[in-house]
């Protein structure tokens, strides 16, 4: 059994929550009240802004809340420089990072410290996360607080990406606390109605708050309407959108959307056309943007336009060319099921240059290994099965993963079933039996090898341990349904194929309604939106509770 949802889906479920800022309806600090005092911030970067002499005290500080586990904390990163820059002098910067160990944010601070043109403190004490981010009723990061230097009252607070136009009215001096609240509440209620479902009620009131900002209420509106699966609401909402322009800070909410109403509505040929329009004026207006330009490439293969996806890849891969970890996630997403075999020379690219960067360091690539199975490249799969099967200090769950994509990945024309069974042979000694989803691969491994007796009671020990899945007793039930109609410890291999076809059809079946409540849970979760990074791991990893139920095509 595989982790199932990628990277492509990651980024849209990430996206789609980047301007929720979880809050509560009555949080004790608001707008307009004095900033309470905390002690315990270690600065490690530069220093607190608000303690420089008067003189050299600026008219605003921005401190900014984040955590080194956070990613869409660290894509604000650049944002943040660009406001440190455009507003020097007037206001300064401070990132405090909470939520977090000390010595993941010195290596952090140790790797990409240079990246943070601001300064930089970690909350030793716990004293920010509780008297400012509780108080203000925010739960979730990034979320970034502008103080008033000369009063030292709280002015703002909310998702960083979202504070420029704040920004602006404070620095030119029309910013008013109270609209601006008004403003943030009206958003809340929004939210709010959308978490429950409420989609028309949110809606009538989006249509009330149109004139008050009619490029966010557009954003909520094809949110809303994608929700609803209301595809002339939806081209609405899109046709609004475009005849705007979105800005920079609003792009990864705004493609986020788009890609989800294609996946939403794939019999509406006028929806996708916009979409993939829209999709692509943002792409344009962010040439330098990874996760945007990924995005774009997602939209244009859900259109079916493979060539000008070609295109976008090879501008991925310019991108992370000098990154090896961004280049191997370029790949494994390239290789996704869904794609087939149309990014196998990008993907090789950036496999080679992941080799060219790191060497001997750069170990087992799970993407070099999925491309070597799927160009039926018997001798680098065979190196690469002993390379896993010598190390020491072996992952079980790599391991699993490396065999399951021999078992299971249907574009695999060549049979691997022999080396896959020492994989997960070696991956259930590892774990002595005690990993359900490990379990179920060597089950599998053994069911395809003909020893369905044992396939059978290995299977039967994974449900022991995990008896609350059901698709581990479907594939229990094929296997003893195998049993039933041929020999104990042979298949012919026709039934082998149908029972295997069986079980891929009832996967697909899981793997759909799984991405389905993904997709419902980045609108319901509003109470923890801006840390949907944290609930996309849980549902890709769940590495031994609920694998299974995630893994769809691939398990």
Same mark, same amino acid.
């Given at each position: 059994?595989?982790?199932?949802?990628?990277?492509?889906?990651?980024?849209?479920?990430?996206?789609?929550?980047?301007?929720?800022?979880?809050?509560?309806?009555?949080?004790?600090?608001?707008?307009?009240?004095?900033?309470?005092?905390?002690?315990?911030?270690?600065?490690?970067?530069?220093?607190?802004?608000?303690?420089?002499?008067?003189?050299?005290?600026?008219?605003?500080?921005? $401190?900014?809340?984040?955590?080194?586990?956070?990613? @869409?904390?660290?894509?604000?990163?650049?944002?943040?420089? !660009?406001?440190?820059?455009?507003?020097?002098?007037?206001?300064?910067?401070?990132?405090?990072?909470?939520?977090?160990?000390?010595?993941?944010?010195?290596?952090?601070?140790?790797?990409?410290?240079?990246?943070?043109n601001y300064a930089v403190g970690f909350d030793t004490d716990g004293e920010v996360a509780e008297k400012i981010m509780k108080a203000?009723?925010?739960?979730?990061? @990034?979320?970034?607080?502008?103080? &008033?230097?000369?009063?030292?009252?709280?002015?703002? $607070?909310?998702?960083?990406?979202?504070?420029?136009?704040?920004?602006?009215?404070?620095?030119?001096?029309?910013?008013? @606390?109270?609209?601006?609240?008004?403003?943030?509440?009206?958003?809340?209620?929004?939210?709010?109605?959308?978490?429950?479902?409420?989609?028309?009620?949110?809606?009538?009131?989006?249509?009330?708050?149109?004139?008050?900002?009619?490029?966010?209420?557009?954003?909520?509106?094809?949110?809303?309407?994608?929700?609803?699966? &209301?595809?002339?609401?939806?081209?609405?909402?899109?046709?609004?959108?475009?005849?705007?322009?979105?800005?920079?800070?609003?792009?990864?909410?705004?493609?986020?959307?788009?890609?989800?109403?294609?996946?939403?509505?794939?019999?509406?040929?006028?929806?996708?056309?916009?979409?993939?329009?829209?999709?692509?004026?943002?792409?344009?207006?962010?040439?330098?943007?990874?996760?945007?330009?990924?995005? $774009?490439?997602?939209?244009?293969?859900?259109?079916?336009?493979?060539?000008?996806?070609?295109?976008?890849?090879?501008?991925?891969?310019?991108?992370?060319?000098?990154?090896?970890?961004?280049?191997?996630?370029?790949?494994?997403?390239?290789?996704?099921?869904?794609?087939?075999?149309?990014?196998?020379?990008?993907?090789?690219?950036?496999?080679?240059?992941?080799?060219?960067?790191?060497?001997?360091?750069?170990?087992?690539?799970?993407?070099?290994?999925?491309?070597?199975?799927?160009?039926?490249?018997?001798?680098?799969?065979?190196?690469?099965?002993?390379?896993?099967?010598?190390?020491?200090?072996?992952?079980?769950?790599?391991?699993?993963?490396?065999?399951?994509?021999?078992?299971?990945?249907?574009?695999?024309?060549?049979?691997?079933?022999?080396?896959?069974?020492?994989?997960?042979?070696?991956?259930?000694?590892?774990?002595?039996?005690?990993?359900?989803?490990?379990?179920?691969?060597?089950?599998?491994?053994?069911?395809?090898?003909?020893?369905?007796?044992?396939?059978?009671?290995?299977?039967?020990?994974?449900?022991?341990?995990?008896?609350?899945? &059901?698709?581990?007793?479907?594939?229990?039930?094929?296997?003893? &349904?195998?049993?039933?109609?041929?020999?104990?410890?042979?298949? @012919?291999?026709? !039934?082998?194929?149908?029972?295997?076809?069986?079980?891929?059809?009832?996967?697909?079946?899981v793997q759909v309604e799984e991405a389905v409540e993904v997709e419902?849970?980045?609108?319901?979760?509003?109470?923890?939106?801006?840390?949907? !990074?944290?609930?996309?791991?849980?549902?890709?990893?769940?590495?031994?509770?609920?694998?299974?139920?995630?893994?769809?095509?691939?398990?």
């Amino acid at each position: 059994m595989k982790k199932r949802i990628g990277w492509l889906f990651g980024l849209v479920v990430v996206s789609m929550a980047l301007n929720a800022v979880a809050q509560e309806a009555a949080a004790p600090l608001s707008f307009g009240d004095a900033m309470p005092e905390v002690q315990g911030v270690v600065w490690w970067k530069g220093s607190d802004p608000m303690a420089a002499e008067e003189d050299a005290r600026p008219d605003f500080v921005v $401190y900014d809340c984040w955590a080194t586990w956070c990613g @869409p904390c660290i894509q604000s990163i650049p944002h943040l420089n !660009e406001l440190a820059e455009k507003y020097a002098g007037r206001i300064a910067f401070a990132g405090i990072a909470v939520w977090d160990e000390q010595d993941n944010v010195k290596k952090f601070l140790d790797k990409r410290g240079g990246d943070m043109n601001y300064a930089v403190g970690f909350d030793t004490d716990g004293e920010v996360a509780e008297k400012i981010m509780k108080a203000a009723g925010q739960d979730g990061i @990034p979320c970034a607080f502008v103080v &008033d230097a000369a009063t030292k009252k709280l002015l703002w $607070y909310g998702h960083p990406m979202t504070m420029d136009g704040v920004l602006k009215s404070m620095v030119s001096g029309t910013y008013d @606390p109270a609209e601006a609240l008004a403003a943030l509440q009206a958003e809340k209620a929004i939210q709010s109605m959308m978490a429950e479902g409420k989609w028309d009620e949110a809606q009538q009131l989006v249509d009330e708050w149109t004139g008050q900002e009619p490029d966010k209420a557009a954003v909520f509106s094809l949110w809303i309407q994608v929700q609803k699966k &209301d595809v002339e609401g939806a081209q609405r909402a899109l046709d609004a959108i475009l005849q705007s322009e979105v800005k920079p800070t609003e792009a990864m909410n705004v493609m986020g959307l788009m890609v989800l109403a294609l996946d939403r509505f794939p019999d509406s040929a006028e929806l996708q056309q916009t979409a993939v329009a829209g999709a692509e004026k943002i792409a344009a207006a962010n040439e330098d943007d990874l996760m945007l330009q990924g995005m $774009y490439w997602y939209a244009l293969n859900a259109a079916e336009r493979y060539d000008e996806a070609g295109r976008v890849a090879d501008r991925m891969l310019e991108l992370a060319w000098n990154d090896p970890e961004k280049l191997n996630e370029l790949a494994e997403g390239m290789l996704l099921d869904e794609v087939g075999a149309q990014y196998y020379a990008q993907a090789d690219r950036a496999v080679k240059r992941v080799r060219e960067l790191l060497g001997d360091a750069a170990g087992f690539n799970m993407a070099e290994f999925k491309l070597a199975a799927l160009r039926g490249e018997d001798e680098n799969v065979q190196s690469a099965v002993d390379r896993l099967l010598a190390l020491e200090d072996a992952d079980p769950e790599l391991i699993n993963t490396a065999a399951w994509e021999l078992l299971t990945n249907r574009r695999v024309e060549k049979d691997y079933t022999a080396p896959a069974l020492l994989l997960a042979e070696k991956a259930e000694a590892l774990t002595m039996g005690e990993n359900p989803a490990i379990l179920d691969t060597l089950a599998l491994a053994m069911f395809k090898k003909g020893q369905i007796e044992r396939a059978i009671e290995i299977e039967k020990n994974a449900i022991v341990l995990a008896p609350q899945y &059901d698709f581990l007793k479907m594939q229990l039930a094929m296997f003893e &349904d195998a049993l039933g109609t041929n020999e104990p410890d042979a298949v @012919p291999p026709e !039934e082998a194929v149908d029972v295997e076809e069986e079980t891929v059809q009832l996967e697909e079946a899981v793997q759909v309604e799984e991405a389905v409540e993904v997709e419902e849970e980045a609108v319901q979760v509003e109470e923890e939106a801006v840390e949907v !990074e944290r609930e996309m791991e849980e549902i890709e990893a769940d590495t031994v509770e609920t694998e299974q139920e995630e893994t769809g095509s691939e398990q």
